[in-house]
């Protein structure tokens, strides 16, 4: 089953501007992550958030994270023709091993 | 360094014929091992996962199975595979819960 759901399913964007992407799930999570995909390709990991926390950062990248609200947002910043790929959000449950993706947002950055 | 092997990148089978797909990591021991599928534009199907040799978790009763031989290897099987099948199959491993996963590159099964 699906845990988390990303939005908006696609977002087509200009080089430059910033792109945000929510994701909600249903469970108690241990942490959340997101993750890149280039297509055909295998996921490529980006950043994790635990439970405690409520923000991170990484170059470009920022995330939040709501567990009262059970959501989290990815945003990348002044974005590149480069950053053009499928974005998937995980939540890590807190049974023990499982890791589940959600449907993913597909990001278009124009040059 | 840890890597993650999976082969091979491309299948097509007929329909009822049986399928094994291999996953071996290197670098590491005692890995959490998933097997992933994601149909065309979709997102990620979680089939299996293994916290330790002889512990297999399914997640989607169907006609796959998954097996760890080995510490390091993961294998998923059919013994009759069907057009819903078609898919692109992604292996990923990580040290433990509550860290990052890695990925392999993906089969993409084509059932005809």
């Known amino acids: 089953s699906q845990q988390g759901e990303e939005d908006p399913q696609a977002l087509s964007i200009q080089e430059g501007e910033n792109a945000t992407m929510n994701c909600s799930y249903k469970t108690s999570i241990n942490n959340l992550q997101w993750y890149r995909q280039n297509s055909g390709r295998g996921l490529v990991h980006l950043i994790l958030?635990?439970?405690?926390?409520r923000e991170k950062h990484s170059g470009r990248l920022r995330v939040t994270l709501d567990t009262s609200k059970k959501s989290s947002s990815l945003l990348i910043t002044a974005s590149r023709a480069a950053d053009t790929a499928s974005y998937f959000c995980?939540?890590?449950?807190?049974?023990?091993?499982?890791?589940?993706f959600g449907q993913g947002t597909i990001l278009t950055v124009h040059p | 360094s840890q890597t993650i092997h999976q082969w091979p990148a491309t299948l097509v089978q007929p329909v009822g014929s049986p399928l094994s797909l291999e996953c071996t990591v290197e670098g590491t021991s005692n890995p959490n091992l998933y097997w992933y599928r994601q149909a065309a534009g979709r997102g990620l199907q979680l089939l299996f996962y293994s916290v330790g040799i002889g512990q297999i978790s399914s997640e989607v009763p169907q006609n796959l199975s998954a097996s760890r031989p080995q510490d390091r290897q993961f294998i998923l099987s059919s013994k009759k595979l069907l057009l819903s099948d078609s898919g692109f199959y992604l292996c990923?491993?990580?040290?433990?819960?509550?860290?990052?996963?890695?990925f392999g590159q993906g089969t993409r099964l084509t059932v005809v």
């Open positions: 995980a939540t890590d449950e807190v049974s023990y091993g499982k890791l589940t």
């Open positions: 990923a491993w990580r040290w433990t819960q509550s860290t990052e996963a890695f």
């Open positions: 958030i635990r439970s405690n926390e």
